[in-house]
């Protein structure tokens, strides 16, 4: 009942969304790129089955690689098709996979088109990355057998209010998840009150603890010598509007004292690269462009990283780091990719999405959490004039990293019985899925 009041609200709000996605399409050139994809026209029917996974960003679409090339290691008949939302997870997809995986976007979450798109792509079995959880997509997928299970799910509490205030339809909808794969005992806690059966959930850990240390830190770029190998290199990734502003600031408080100091500016959307440049622009700040491929000279402070998919390999060369939405009110972004290169870590006061990692990584001395400006200037010196200090409090955060793995293989025991002894399978047939065995769950 709850989710066909859903479907008519959703209905009746179409003429607004499609005048939006057209604004979106007129401002946004890259949300062109097979527009037709988000009504569920994903081509022609797919002749055999496939693993569906859907990520629904960059963010989702690192923690699904692991998975998803352990997936065309054990089991390299099975075709894999990755569905993103956003143009910037589908450029991830491309530089992570090339053509060993099919991309298409997911589409509006009407029955009508989620019914094409899974009766195009033809999923055996679907895993959901952290919390789409769209109405029409898990029920369609109950009405044809197809088993869901909702991998590295992170629940914060500010969306726990938000989910329980819409509880009948969210517990409704939570009746189609075959398996939950929580990142934490708090998560699966939450999923629980939010109406999953307890029976279904396991805490299973992060899968963005997951990293292949060699491809973080891959590419031809020699990061240090373009930038100068004598230089103190500070990273600020996935900032924000209103965050870029500050770390300027901070940057020019500590010119003072370290003028060979680099910041590596890596706004978190492409669409602000512009922005970020106007800025610099305005504040009489000289930079040097990656996307130019320009390397800055002695006396140039800045390194606008304007590019995608470069993070993690820019942390890796970096002294220390700051990790962005967090001096704003966006929730922090995870700050695991800098840990594991052994690089300390500042970050802002506002992480309400990743509270757990920011607790863990502060107690083991790890990660610093500043306020403003200032504070972040302050934060900054005290590593720069105690580099084995910083390092020490890197290496700190690298060997936490390490001790939290394996939430791969506690995902792949959920994952594996219903791949194990069965093959892609020819379209419009359905094989049967094995249940889990509750031996394979996390107590």
Not at 134 to 159: D, G, M, T
Not at 326 to 332: A, D, F, K, T, Y
């Amino acid at each position: 009942m709850f989710r066909r009041l859903y479907t008519a609200l959703l209905t009746l709000l179409l003429p607004i969304l499609a005048v939006l996605f057209a604004w979106r399409l007129w401002r946004r050139p890259e949300y062109r790129d097979r527009w037709w994809q988000r009504l569920g026209f994903a081509g022609p029917r797919r002749p055999q089955s496939c693993i569906w996974v859907h990520a629904v960003s960059v963010g989702e679409v690192a923690a699904a690689t692991p998975l998803i090339k352990r997936l065309q290691c054990r089991y390299p008949a099975w075709p894999v098709v990755v569905t993103t939302l956003t143009p910037t997870g589908a450029d991830r997809v491309r530089r992570n996979f090339g053509d060993s995986v099919t991309h298409c976007y997911l589409p509006l979450d009407t029955p009508g088109a989620m019914g094409r798109l899974l009766d195009r792509i033809q999923p055996h079995l679907a895993v959901i990355m952290e919390t789409e959880l769209w109405p029409n997509l898990l029920a369609a997928c109950r009405r044809r057998n197809i088993p869901v299970i909702i991998a590295n799910a992170r629940i914060s509490p500010r969306s726990l209010k938000s989910y329980l205030r819409l509880r009948p339809l969210i517990q409704e909808l939570l009746n189609n998840v075959t398996w939950a794969a929580a990142q934490s005992r708090s998560d699966a806690g939450r999923l629980a009150q939010m109406g999953l059966d307890p029976e279904r959930i396991q805490v299973m850990g992060n899968l963005k603890f997951e990293f292949h240390e060699g491809e973080s830190r891959a590419g031809p770029t020699n990061w240090r010598a373009g930038w100068g190998a004598a230089r103190r290199v500070w990273v600020a990734g996935s900032t924000h509007e209103g965050e870029d502003a500050q770390l300027i600031d901070a940057l020019l408080l500590l010119r003072k004292r370290w003028p060979e100091l680099l910041l590596v500016l890596v706004p978190r959307h492409p669409q602000r690269f512009a922005a970020v440049r106007a800025l610099l622009e305005a504040r009489g700040i000289a930079y040097a462009r990656r996307s130019a491929g320009e390397w800055p000279a002695t006396d140039v402070p800045v390194f606008l990283a304007d590019t995608m998919g470069e993070l993690g390999a820019l942390y890796g060369a970096a002294d220390l780091a700051f990790i962005g939405g967090s001096l704003v009110p966006i929730g922090g972004h995870n700050a695991l990719e800098a840990a594991v290169h052994g690089v300390p870590v500042l970050t802002g006061p506002v992480v309400f999405n990743f509270q757990e990692i920011y607790g863990a990584l502060r107690e083991v001395g790890a990660a610093v959490t500043v306020e403003d400006a200032e504070s972040l200037a302050d934060g900054v010196e005290r590593w720069l004039k105690d580099p084995g200090a910083a390092q020490r409090a890197g290496e700190r955060g690298r060997q936490w990293v390490m001790a939290n793995q394996g939430a791969l293989d506690r995902l792949w025991a959920l994952v594996d019985p219903y791949l194990s002894g069965a093959g892609p399978i020819v379209a419009g047939s359905v094989a049967p899925v094995p249940p889990v065995a509750k031996a394979l769950r996390i107590q």
